[in-house]
């Protein structure tokens, strides 16, 4: 898969490099303010019990 993905990106190393950085940083950005917050409501975080 990576592979696929740095063959499809234009430009030399250091300018797919670059890309590949900004992937992952909108990849993280997608997961942390959209994902993730709709996710969390089902999450059993605050059920805890102690003994």
Do not use: C, H, S
């Not at 940083?25 to 605050?46: D, R, T």
Request: net charge positive; glycine share 6%.
């Amino acid at each position: 898969m990576y592979g696929w993905i740095w063959r499809r990106l234009p430009g030399g190393t250091a300018a797919k490099a670059a890309q590949a950085v900004l992937l992952v940083a909108v990849a993280v950005a997608l997961l942390l303010f959209v994902v993730f917050p709709q996710v969390e409501p089902m999450l059993p975080f605050n059920d805890v019990t102690t003994r």
